[in-house]
């Protein structure tokens, strides 16, 4: 069983920077490939990042050059770094840890972009 927990999230003006985090407990994450998701009012969740183990990273074409997915395996930690954050962008996000047919997602954090 793996516990999830993000957090970072809160309310930023148009331009501005957050970083989330997302720390895992109850196994290594070192072997599981980490994704962050958003999830707006009305709107499906969609992917925005995500790490393998062998921390290659993909990521949403509409985040590509402003987020950044990075992984701290000694820490248990997965960190969204999100620049020039938009209206948009405004969601909540999640983490989520995969590994094989075992899946897992944090509660969620809350990321408001607005003046």
Not at 67 to 92: C, G, H, W
Not at 96 to 104: D, E, L, P, Q, T
Request: aromatic share 10%.
């Amino acid at each position: 069983q793996v516990q999830l927990v993000e957090s970072g999230g809160g309310l930023v003006q148009p331009g501005g920077s957050l970083r989330l985090s997302c720390v895992a407990s109850g196994r290594r994450l070192s072997l599981y490939n980490m994704a962050w998701y958003r999830q707006a009012p009305g709107k499906q969740r969609e992917l925005v990042a995500a790490i393998t183990g062998g921390s290659s990273t993909n990521y949403v074409d509409s985040v590509k050059g402003r987020f950044t997915i990075s992984r701290d395996n000694a820490k248990n930690t997965v960190y969204l770094q999100m620049n020039s954050l938009k209206p948009e962008d405004t969601a909540v996000y999640y983490c989520k840890a995969a590994f094989g047919s075992y899946i897992y997602w944090g509660q969620g954090t809350q990321v408001t972009v607005s003046s």
